[in-house]
């Protein structure tokens, strides 16, 4: 993912939040024929994601850095999964809005039946789990050799992306007690039951 970014701008944030939050279901940055998202500029602005359990099949991970609309350059490591589920996902985002302070995004589902995901990268500062059980794992595989799961054909062709450097694959993972801290998501496809957004005075993240 060749990304890049800026500070939140409420004025804009405004007027794109709906159509955003109905297309990227929660997490996915996904084009409306469900076809995987192309680089694009990462917004700077982190946000936390929470889920009680994700499981996912066909996993590769490397490191890389994002770049934002503003030239600042983030290191993360990128996650990326053939197919993901996950139950009681929480996506909270904080904004700032000039003259009234700040404000917490925050959108939820997956209560009642999982949320799915196909092709999805994940760009992270933090992770962290309870418990991750993975199955056919190679650590320390080259970048450029990673098989079991996908990258992003376009970090493939970014300056940042080292073919021979330290990278991880598995078969698939379970993790419980999820939480992280992203710079960007995408998805080829991204479906989450019971999707609900709400806009809440204060700092609230996912708990």
């Known amino acids: 993912m060749s990304h890049h970014a800026g500070r939140t ?65 983030v290191p993360v490591l990128v996650t990326g999964a053939r197919h993901v589920t996950i139950d009681r996902l929480c996506q909270s985002v904080p904004i700032d809005i000039p003259g009234l302070g700040t404000y917490t995004l925050k959108l939820t589902g997956g209560q009642e039946r999982p949320v799915e995901a196909s092709h999805m990268f994940l760009d992270a500062t933090f992770e962290a789990a309870g418990q991750a059980d993975f199955e056919d794992l190679d650590i320390g595989i080259a970048q450029g050799e990673i098989s079991k799961g996908p990258i992003n054909p376009d970090d493939r062709s970014s300056r940042f992306f080292d073919p021979s450097g330290f990278g991880q694959q598995a078969e698939s993972v379970r993790m419980t007690d999820v939480r992280v801290t992203a710079a960007a998501v995408s998805a080829g496809t991204f479906n989450v039951p019971g999707m609900r957004v709400r806009i809440e005075e204060g700092h609230h993240d996912c708990g």
């Open 9 to 73: 701008r409420w004025r804009r944030f405004a007027v794109l939040m709906v159509p955003s939050v109905a297309v990227s279901a929660a997490l996915g940055i996904a084009m409306a024929q469900g076809a995987l998202a192309a680089s694009f500029l990462v917004s700077g602005q982190r946000f936390h994601i929470t889920a009680d359990t994700l499981t996912a099949r066909g996993i590769g991970m490397y490191g890389m850095v994002d770049v934002s609309k503003d030239g600042e350059h």
